[in-house]
């Protein structure tokens, strides 16, 4: 039901963008820009304006291309949390860590930080396995996986770029008794773990980056256990909604063209503002 409630959303919105991007709006048997907007400009968008950090919400994929100095600073480095016998915390700034010199955004570490605690709480351990990833070591990687396969870029490693990690707002999170299991795939999901997770990890701010039925958007197998930190609004519209980020940028992208078709203040999105790498480079 909420899904029909998104997409008849989006959809409203991409016919109103397209009625208000028309040639002469006066004459138009559409609505005119006038007669939807009015004196104020309208922010059609569920979330508010001032609710999206802009900070936290670079969408990186292939056609979406990070920098490759791109970070979203200040990062901080991991610690392997300790745990008084009483079940609170001893020390350490994370859940437990399955590797040391792990770095995380401050902000996203934080609210790690709390989404373990949470987990803890209702009885469940969570490992963290990797965390951010340089342009550098993304493009390294990437090379490896398509030596070991032939030249064939089978979905698992992103490229240089193109990889969430490199955000530092993106990392994946496992149960304990996957920490020595050779690779990740899908089974992870029936884990009790992974299950609390995908429910609560909206409430601390993350979203499930790549989602089952969203792999022909993402164009990258179910993850269970990779989290992005977005910031707690736009995790519960996403997560609420069942969004994957791509849906979620294209919906936001057209509240924008929409709120400034209609006169809205550029200053107050333009940050907001992504454009592919494509469109960026023409
Ligand atoms: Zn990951």
Redesign the pocket.
């Known amino acids: 039901m909420r899904r029909w409630l998104a997409l008849a959303m989006a959809l409203a919105m991409a016919m109103l963008i397209g009625c208000a991007a028309a040639e002469a709006p006066e004459e138009s048997d559409g609505l005119s820009i006038e007669e939807v907007g009015g004196e104020e400009a309208e922010w059609l968008f569920p979330v508010a304006i001032e609710d999206l950090d802009p900070a936290f919400l670079p969408l990186a994929n292939k056609h979406y291309l990070l920098e490759k100095d791109y970070v979203c600073s200040p990062l901080v480095t991991m610690k392997a949390a300790k745990y008084n016998k009483d079940g609170s915390r001893k020390s350490g700034n994370m859940l437990m860590a399955v590797s040391s010199k792990m770095k995380l955004n401050e902000t996203c570490a934080e609210a790690l930080t709390a989404l373990s605690d949470g987990a803890r709480a209702d009885g469940y351990k969570l490992y963290l396995k990797?965390a951010y990833r340089s342009w550098q070591t993304q493009n390294t990687m990437y090379k490896n996986r398509l030596k070991k396969n032939k030249g064939k870029d089978d979905g698992w490693v992103s490229k240089a770029g193109a990889s969430?990690?490199q955000t530092g707002l993106?990392c994946?999170v496992i149960p304990r008794s996957w920490i020595k299991a050779s690779g990740m795939n899908s089974k992870m999901a029936s884990e009790p773990e992974c299950v609390w997770m995908e429910e609560h990890c909206a409430e601390y701010g993350f979203i499930i980056r790549y989602p089952k039925d969203k792999e022909e958007i993402t164009e990258i197998h179910y993850?269970p256990w990779?989290l992005r930190y977005v910031g707690i609004p736009a995790a519960k519209y996403i997560m609420e909604n069942g969004l994957c980020l791509e849906e979620f940028t294209e919906q936001l992208q057209a509240a924008i063209e929409f709120y400034l078709a209609g006169g809205g203040d550029p200053a107050k999105v333009e940050k907001l503002i992504q454009v592919p790498t494509e469109e960026a480079e023409s």
């Open positions: 990797s969430d990690h993106g994946d993850e990779h």
